[in-house]
Nanobody, 124 residues
Framework: QVQLVESGGELVQAGGSLRLSCAAS????????MGWFHQAPGKERDVVAA????????WYADSVKGRFTISRDNAKKTVSLQMNNLTPEDTGVYYC?????????????????WGQGTQVTVSS
């Protein structure tokens, strides 16, 4: 079992920046790919960024390319999402998730462990 706890979400003005963090605990010795997901109000949860176990490979949704950066620190068991130039469309709950994989995982259904989410609200 892996437990994930997100933090860093808050209210920010459009054009601003936020850094989300995800702390992992439990059985974290196995290789886990990680991902960040965005769920806007009334919409489905979508992957916005993913990172491989070593951090050597990353993937971004088109909507966040050039604005968001995913990173991880396996020694600290944390995964971060740096979000710049935020827009109101970025509003929603952000979840981090872990998939038992050494390589990148993009498909939501392949993620086994999920955090409770952190709310990001971007005002115009």
């Amino acid at each position: 079992q892996v437990q994930l706890v997100e933090s860093g979400g808050e209210l920010v003005q459009a054009g601003g920046s936020l850094r989300l963090s995800c702390a992992a605990s439990g059985r974290t010795t196995s290789p886990y790919a990680m991902g960040w997901f965005h769920q806007a109000p009334g919409k489905e949860r979508d992957v916005v960024a993913a990172i491989s176990w070593t951090g050597g490979n990353t993937w971004y949704a088109d909507s966040v390319k050039g604005r968001f950066t995913i990173s991880r620190d396996n020694a600290k068991k944390t995964v971060s999402l740096q979000m710049n130039n935020l827009t109101p469309e970025d509003t929603g709950v952000y979840y981090c998730a872990a998939a038992a994989s050494y390589s990148l995982v993009i498909n939501l259904r392949d993620y086994r462990y999920w955090g409770q989410g952190t709310q990001v609200t971007v005002s115009s």
